[in-house]
């Protein structure tokens, strides 16, 4: 079971979840008490140069409110989508400042949260997805990420296309 929460609609990412998940005899749910979550990344603004208090809100309060009504069984496994700009560590000087500054605190608020859910036996995965590429190839990817997760691997920073991100 995948559970979907407003999948990256415009990028055509949610109904190709739907169908990879459907393709593999799985289903989508609408609980929050499931056993394999996908959480999507928050669509960017379309400038990208939003100063950051206008991006704190919908890219770090509103996904970690969410993320806090979680009570997933152990032995869970979450995708937490977010985007390569988030990578402190693929940092290019001046790109969208603003924008990489809230999806920085975003992914390691989803990584101390990723922690905490260490603990109760819930692995968590932060998936990089482009908007670039094939939905159909993205969901294919989400979905791999999510059979790939480990307890040892919980907290990590993954491409969709199956390349680990430095943090």
Known sequence: M???WNIQPRLGLGPALVTAVQARGGRIVEDLDVER????????????FGALGALWG???????AWLHQLTPPKGAKI?????????????VAGDR?????????????ALAWARG?????????LVAVEPHA???????????RLD???????????????RQLPW
């Not at 995708?79 to 940092?91: D, F, M, N, Q, W």
């Open 2 to 4: 995948v559970q979907r």
């Open 37 to 48: 979550v996908v959480i999507p990344a928050p669509s960017a603004p379309e400038t990208g």
């Open 58 to 64: 919908p890219f770090v309060e509103a996904p970690l």
């Open 79 to 91: 995708a937490v989508l977010t985007e390569r700009l988030g990578s402190l560590g693929l940092a």
């Open 97 to 109: 400042p603003g924008l990489r500054a809230a999806l920085a605190a975003r992914n390691m608020a």
């Open 117 to 125: 859910m260490a603990e109760r036996g819930v692995a968590v995965v």
């Open 134 to 144: 094939a939905p159909e190839a993205v969901a294919e990817g989400v979905l791999a």
């Open 148 to 162: 790939e997760l480990t307890m040892a691997t919980s907290g990590s920073l993954w491409s969709w296309d199956g």
